[in-house]
């Protein structure tokens, strides 16, 4: 299994607060991607990083920010949060941006907003 | 732009059968790779098979097999022999040559009954 390691797993909390999950790795992959997943969406791109310190938007990046200080931790951060983030969140990496490079997932953090 | 559609939300399966799960895509990039994944009830998100757009026979992966039909942009997966353990969610995903994102379908949920 790829080492990826997503923490907190569960975490309920209050609109307003800020909230931040963390991703680490340990395959020293390059690329590094934050998803949510919500019933009939699938899993849509929040916000990936390509670098240290080198991060871009998906598809669903309102409210949220990224930062990759290392190469192996990559944090989403909610400044203040809303009950339409509540979802469940995959950090994922990829060694290549080669398409038949797989991305391997992270075992997801379910995060409530009350 | 890139589409997935999977058009069973759910199916029945008695054990032992095979069953062959939908999944249709859409691009205008020549190059690029189909994935399927599989989330079982505990919530993680399992790569199972991939299939590339230049490759000439279809993906297999011990009980799973991938029915690749370029002229009709499928990608359906097969399993054989199905087991109680299958029963999960089951997501299709493709990627473009270079392109950062898996684009996943809505996905099919497998009930496997003994």
């Known amino acids: 299994d790829a080492g990826i390691t997503q923490s907190p797993r569960h975490k309920v909390t209050e609109t307003g607060t800020p909230v931040t999950l963390r991703c680490h790795q340990t395959?020293?992959?390059?690329?590094m991607y934050w998803y949510r997943q919500d019933p009939g969406h699938g899993l849509r791109l929040i916000h990936y990083?390509?670098?240290?310190?080198?991060?871009d938007k998906g598809e669903v990046s309102d409210g949220y920010s990224v930062s990759r200080s290392k190469t192996e931790d990559f944090l989403l951060t909610l400044e203040s949060a809303t009950s339409s983030q509540t979802s469940v969140y995959f950090c994922a990496i990829s060694e290549t941006l080669y398409s038949n490079q797989p991305q391997h997932f992270g075992d997801g953090t379910r995060l409530s907003i009350l | 732009a890139q589409k997935i559609t999977q058009t069973q939300p759910g199916m029945f399966v008695q054990e032992k059968e095979a069953v062959t799960l939908d999944c249709t895509y859409d691009t205008s990039d020549p190059s690029y790779g189909l994935f399927w994944y599989k989330q079982p009830s505990s919530g993680e998100m399992i790569f199972l098979i991939y299939?590339?757009?230049?490759?000439?026979q279809n993906a297999t992966e011990g009980r799973y097999s991938l029915n690749f039909q370029k002229a009709r942009k499928s990608a359906n997966l097969v399993i054989s022999a199905s087991q109680l353990g299958d029963s999960a969610m089951y997501f299709c995903a493709m990627r473009d040559q270079g392109a950062q994102k898996l684009v996943f379908g809505q996905g099919t949920r497998l009930t496997i009954n003994p």
């Open positions: 990083s390509y670098g240290v310190k080198d991060t």
């Open positions: 299939q590339g757009s230049y490759d000439q």
């Open positions: 395959e020293n992959h390059r690329y």
